[in-house]
């Protein structure tokens, strides 16, 4: 049973994939594909014709999108299930992962972190209206997450879910900027849901190593 995930390694979804194989259990070979190269290579684009990533592929069968990545995961592998059964739960399971890609990913990933973090970090030119623009934004997007973060110790019940696993990913990368993690502790609720999550053993060994900063 061949299993190969194809990813960017700073890629925020390439982790979120890592994250779900890594607590399913499943071992699987990396390719590394660089989404922000002019000329991917047409092996990739025979199985993403969007040249984004991550792309998962297990033995004849292809999928990407994030999401659909994850679900697959959950319900073809054995392993401790990541999909809540209650309806309730599983609603607000999905809710949280809509809000992570629909609010969530922009301000947080391609404003704060990419233009306060990632860009200096390999030399090249951020623009800090970009940090400021995304700091604005995220207030409303953490005020949201932490309406819905409830008292248990994982988001949607007392086990790791997919909501879980495509939140911690947001928040590992957001609150790398010291005046993004800051932000975070005006909202209790989901600052105690990111201390334990960034524990998790699986959460640390997915965790990408960013280069050190540019000189």
Known sequence: ?????HGYEYSVYSWIARLA???????????EINPFEENLPANYLRLNPFKRVPTLVHNDFVVYETNAITRYVDEAFDGPLLQRTLPVERARCHQIMSVVDSYAYWPLIRQVFSHGVFRSRLGRPAQTTEVRQGLDAAPRVLAALEKLTGSSQFLCGNEMSLAD????????????????????????RLRSWWSAMSRQSSVQATMPQLPNAAS
């Open 21 to 31: 194989l890594r607590e399913k259990g499943v071992e699987h070979a990396w390719n």
């Open 165 to 188: 696993i495509h939140l911690a990913p947001m928040l590992g990368y957001f609150t790398l900027l010291p005046e993004a993690n800051a932000l975070l502790d005006g909202y209790p």
């Open 1 to 5: 049973m061949q299993v190969e995930l």
